[in-house]
Each structure stands twice: as structure tokens, then as C-alpha cells.
């Protein structure tokens, strides 16, 4: 049933623990999720032909206060999305993202931010591979710091807000994850 199917989409993105106003699920190519707080609106960026996922296309998504939330999928390349003509401000990014472009994602919105002033979002939590979140929100003189670090920082407040092992996920990873949080 329908339940079922949302409970499915809760486990499958893992969002239960990070987001305590929203809990979304969609198709198994989603990538993030943009939130416009504004008009309680939500959209999601799913990778793919636009017929995968349609499993998911009835969940709903439901804010912190019981009510349903407007909710819009657009299908294509997450990197190509402009999100701030997209989403209306104040606009919140949740995302667990994919290893092989995670990294090429944050730093387009991190242009976004440069581009567009500190209001372009007012946070990004995301899931990257631990490493690459270690090199995000690493201090100066650490082993990690980098360009990364760098670019990151010098727009943005970073926080490690907590690893994920590879248990954590079905079918498990060959690395453990970790959730950053930029505002």
C-alpha cells in the first residue's frame, strides 16, 4: 500500500534523521532536494528518463506541521539545474549525493553563492563520501585542507554533522559517508 511505499522511500533516502521538518522519498536516481521555504514548496531533481521512479510518484511529502507540501520533480542532469530561477527563497538543499559527482554539484552552488549573494540558500546538507566531507569542513594546518576546504569555507559555515557506515545502506558501500551542513 501506500504507506508501505512511503516507508520504502523513507529508508531509501535516509532522510528520516537528518531533516526534522520535511521527509521526502522519490525514484532511486534522485538527487537533491531543493526546498522553498516560502511557499512550502519542494522540488526534486531525478536523473534518468522521466518514466523511472514513477513507483514513488504518490508519496506524499508532508512539513513539519502535518500539512502536505506542494511537491514537483523535474527530470535531467542535477549539475545543469538552475536551482535559484527554480526554487523561491529562502531555499534549503538536502541531499545525498551521488560519489562520482557530489563534489562537482557542491562547487556549482558554491558559484551559485558567489554569483548570487548569501541569499542563494539558506543551508546545504549533504551527503558525501566521508572523506570528501572531512576535506570540506577541514581547519588550516590539517592534513585534509585544501582547495576544497578553501572553497568551501570562504563562502559558507561548515559543519561534520555525523558519519554514516556502510552498513547503513542497502546494499552497502565500500566507504563510510558523512553528512556536512553549509550555511
Not at 67 to 89: C, N, Q, T
Request: charged share 20%.
Amino acid at each position: 500500500g501506500h504507506d508501505d511505499l512511503e516507508g520504502a522511500a523513507r529508508r531509501q533516502l535516509g532522510l528520516n534523521g537528518l531533516v526534522q521538518q520535511w521527509v521526502v522519498g522519490v525514484g532511486k536516481d534522485f538527487v537533491p532536494v531543493a526546498f522553498g521555504e516560502a511557499d512550502g514548496e519542494l522540488v526534486g531533481i531525478e536523473g534518468g528518463a522521466r518514466g523511472h521512479g514513477e513507483d514513488f510518484a504518490g508519496v506524499r511529502v508532508h512539513g513539519h506541521d502535518g500539512a502536505v507540501l506542494a511537491f514537483e520533480r523535474l527530470f535531467g542532469d542535477a549539475l545543469e539545474v538552475d536551482l535559484i530561477a527554480v526554487v523561491p527563497a529562502p531555499r534549503k538543499i538536502v541531499a545525498n549525493l551521488p560519489y562520482n559527482a557530489g563534489t562537482a554539484m557542491l562547487l556549482g552552488w558554491l558559484d551559485a553563492i558567489y554569483r548570487h549573494g548569501e541569499g542563494a540558500f539558506a543551508s546545504l546538507t549533504l551527503m558525501f563520501q566521508k572523506e570528501v566531507a572531512q576535506r570540506i569542513t577541514a581547519s588550516h594546518g590539517n592534513k585534509d585542507y585544501g582547495r576544497l576546504s578553501v572553497l568551501s569555507q570562504w563562502r559558507c559555515d561548515c559543519l561534520f554533522d555525523f558519519e554514516l557506515p556502510p552498513g547503513a545502506f542497502t546494499p552497502p558501500p565500500k566507504v563510510s559517508s558523512a553528512v556536512v551542513t553549509l550555511t
